[in-house]
Each structure stands twice: as C-alpha cells, then as structure tokens.
C-alpha cells in the first residue's frame, strides 16, 4: 500500500522554526526517482503550493511566499522528505502536505498544480500564534 506520513506539525510562535518530515512506505511504494512536493491549505482556503525539491535533490522551487524562510530537502536512503519552517508567520498556520510528483519534469509553469501530483500524504497542522 502506498503511503506518505507527515509529521512535526505543531503549535509554534511567531518567529520560531518547526521541521516537518515526510517518510515513504508501502513495500512496492518508491519516491526514488520522483521529485516531492510539498503544500498547505490553511481554513477556508484553497491547498496551494509551498516546495518542490527533485528527485536528486539538486534543484529545489519555492512558492513566493515562503522563499528565504523554507528550505525543502530529501534523505533517499530514508526515504523522506522535509520541511525546514524558519521565521514563522502567522500566515503560515495550515495543514501542510507532502506528495509524490508524476514522473515528468519539474516545469515552473506547473509545478504549483495539484494535478501534477498522484500521491498524497493525510497532512500534518502547523499553528504560528502571533
């Protein structure tokens, strides 16, 4: 069975940093060789796109709103992903979700879209208090 966990979602103040991860499991599950993705959707709003890191791990995107402040990498060997969350905004409160991108290159122009995306992990909540 397929499966992505999140986890080291929390209540944080403003400022502080939190570190999500993302493992991969699943006996015929893989995302060696597939870039990963990472979004939030905060309450009463659309999921949106925060990180994409290749699956080499050498080329890594990042929404507007989160660059300088969020640092996506991976680990292939352990089979996970992660989310670096420095300077925390109030903003920034969201469930966060990682997935698994197809397998056609990462392209600016696509990469924010969730169709891009075939395998989702059930999210983790990050809460920045002001």
């Known amino acids: 069975q397929v499966q992505l966990v999140e986890s080291g979602g929390g209540l944080v103040q403003a400022g502080g940093s939190l570190r999500l991860s993302c493992a991969a499991s699943?006996?015929?599950?893989?995302?060696?060789?597939?870039?990963m993705g990472w979004f939030r959707q905060a309450p009463g709003k659309e999921r949106e796109f925060v990180a994409v890191?290749?699956?080499?791990?050498?080329?890594?995107y990042y929404a507007d709103s989160v660059k300088g402040r969020f640092t996506i990498s991976r680990d292939n060997a352990k089979k996970t992903v992660y989310l670096q969350m420095n300077s925390l905004k109030a903003e920034d409160t969201a469930v966060y979700y990682c997935?698994?991108?197809?397998?056609?290159?990462?392209?600016?122009?696509?990469?924010?879209?969730?169709?891009?995306?075939?395998?989702w992990g059930q999210g983790t909540q990050v809460t920045v208090s002001s």
């Open positions: 890191i290749s699956w080499s791990g050498g080329n890594t």
């Open positions: 997935a698994r991108k197809n397998p056609k290159p990462i392209t600016i122009a696509t990469m924010g879209q969730m169709g891009e995306y075939d395998y």
């Open positions: 699943g006996r015929t599950f893989s995302i060696i060789g597939y870039a």
